[in-house]
């Protein structure tokens, strides 16, 4: 198994940062937003400027919104914020990768802690949602991260890389261009409580560790690897400075079409500082 302490070690120079074409702004409505409110969200943001350049931006809504959104409305990605883990067929209330497909979805949120804590998504099922959403073309945003008591009992490495082993480790290198991770540590969704940016950092980092020693150097600088947990327009630039860090992925914050527009202009000053460094601008 690759395990953790490898990743504490690999930390300290031999892995390269991120360079990866895109910041990533993802946002997760969750179970928020009448009809009539995802489509004024979807308006505001059409009349806002242009998404700056280097910076990607999907929206992911209810699931019953996806259709209407994907043929008419948000000027982003649209995201699904789950998918079953079996094929068409008697599953009463499941929808499949390649309906999500039908619907102009391109990205599909896997393995979130609400729906690992909540609506038994196990290990075995997220891995299997991941094979699902790769073999029908989208993209997936995999989520992990660590309770509390994981972080109180110095064992958060170790869950989130091996959150990262079981549902990423066997995919073929040539999907991995199609492979998002999000680290979402679970004590900082939704509770205003923040990751500090040495702490996010510092398991990006692990994240992106593990990325090499599990396919190589080329393909782990290039997925990105999102923050998500309380990020807001306050600490959304000290957190995307962070090298590994690739944008976020915003529940609370995304909203209120204000408040994802910022957290996308500090994406979008991020990006542009990383452009000017790779040109020596
Ligand atoms: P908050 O930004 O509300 O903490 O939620 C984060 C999240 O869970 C996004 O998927």
């Given amino acids: 198994m690759l395990r953790g302490s490898n990743f504490r070690r690999l930390n300290t120079g031999r892995v390269p940062h991120a360079n990866h074409d895109k910041m990533f702004v993802a946002g997760n409505w969750k179970s928020n937003k009448s009809f009539n409110e995802a489509k004024e969200f979807a308006n505001a943001m059409s009349a806002m400027p242009a998404i700056p350049e280097g910076v990607e931006v999907m929206m992911a809504p209810p699931a019953p919104y996806l259709a209407a959104l994907g043929s008419s409305g948000l000027p982003c990605r649209l995201g699904a914020q789950n998918v079953s883990a079996t094929g068409p067929g008697a599953h009463t209330g499941e ?160 909203l209120d079409p204000e408040s994802f527009r910022a957290i996308i202009d500090a994406a979008g000053r991020v990006a542009a500082n990383r452009m000017s460094i790779d040109t020596g601008a």
């Fill in 95 to 254: 929808f499949t990768a390649d309906m999500l497909t039908g619907c102009g979805v391109q990205d599909v949120i896997v393995g979130h802690s609400e729906r690992r804590d909540g609506y038994g998504d196990t290990d075995d099922t997220v891995a299997e949602k991941v094979n699902r959403v790769l073999e029908s073309g989208l993209r997936v945003v995999f989520c992990c991260g660590e309770s509390l008591q994981d972080r109180q009992t110095d064992v958060h490495f170790d869950k989130v890389l091996r959150q990262m082993e079981s549902a990423i480790l066997h995919l073929p290198l040539e999907v991995m261009d199609r492979v998002v991770v999000a680290y979402e540590p679970i004590w900082a969704i939704g509770t205003g409580l923040t990751a500090t940016a040495e702490q996010a950092q510092e398991m990006h980092a692990a994240i992106r560790g593990w990325l090499v020693e599990a396919f190589n150097a080329e393909a782990a600088a290039k997925v990105p690897i999102l923050y998500g947990g309380s990020c807001k327009p306050s600490n959304a630039d000290e957190l995307f400075a962070c090298p590994d860090v690739d944008g976020g992925l915003i529940g609370g914050a995304a």
